[in-house]
Each structure stands twice: as C-alpha cells, then as structure tokens.
C-alpha cells in the first residue's frame, strides 16, 4: 500500500485491532512513524457483523475512542482492512478530525469489496456494499477522507507472500473459484 498509495502525512495508525499490521507494514515502507489514534473498548465486536444500521452507528460510536493528544494538528495515514458498507469508516474519520487531526488519508489493505463472500462472511445482498455501489472517489467524499487508497489485487498478492496461489478473491472480483488471472491465480 506505501508503494501504491504514498501519501505525505505526520502519522501512521491503524484501526484496532482489524488495521494493526497493515499499519506497521505501511510505517515501515514509507518512514512515516507509526503511532496510535484510538483507545479500544474491546467488548464491542465488529461493527459490520450487527443486522441493523442503528446497531452498527452504536457498536463504532462505543468501539473506538481517538487520542486527541497523538493525533491533533497532525495529518494521519488511517490503515483499516476493509470498508463493507463505510459505516466504521465515516465515523472514525469523523472521531479523528473532531479530537483535531489536520487530515485523514484512508488506505484499505484489502481491494474494494464489490460482491458477497459464498465462503463465510455475513453480507447479505451486494447493493449493502459501499464498493460495488459507488466509485472510490464517491466512497471517499461520502465517509470524509482527505484521500482512500485500497491495495490492488496484484499488491495483496504480493503482500502475501506464499499464498498467492490460495488466495481467494471472489469478493473482490466476482470469481467464485473458476476465474483466473494472466498466472493462473484464482
């Protein structure tokens, strides 16, 4: 992701707990020191998984509280896995400017997620999904990013060193095992 989405900013953080070693990864790369932004009520379970829109604003309102003494007046490299429906996302970006961040710029570790997973993750209906709805510059003015940056497919690939060849990426590209690129990769 430092590679394909560097970004000058004072700050790397991840998102608890989900962003965490994306974030040392990025920090690394790029030089920009690594810090923390959010203090974490680890009862709360991740927001994505509540049946409702109003569970999912409290679980992410509850989950994460941000450290206006690490993040204000800096301009902050947010790190998160995914964005399902932008919920988690728009309020932590919202939480990050209001405790004072001059700037959030949003980098995803995974590629948009543009259909539903048929092996294990809970979504319902692909139009509940920010990605397969709008475009990366739509998601990112909806949830109030400075910039988003998601990994491409290759770059997971690549990340994933030894895996490469198991990788699912059905919720990203739509294969659902029958698909392959231009090596062979599902």
Known sequence: MAEEHPVEADLVCGVPDS????????S????IVLGAAFVENRYIVRSFIYPTQAQRDTAVRLKLNALAASIEGKRIVLIDDSIVRGTTSAKIIHN???AGAKEVHLRISSPPIKHICNYGANIDKEETLIANQMSIDDIRKKIGADSLGFISLEGLRRACVG???SLCAACFSGCNGHCKDEKGNI
């Open 19 to 26: 962003g965490l070693e994306a974030a040392y990864g990025y």
């Open 28 to 31: 690394w790369k790029s030089g």
């Open 96 to 98: 990050l400017k209001a």
């Open 163 to 165: 895996c490469s060849q």
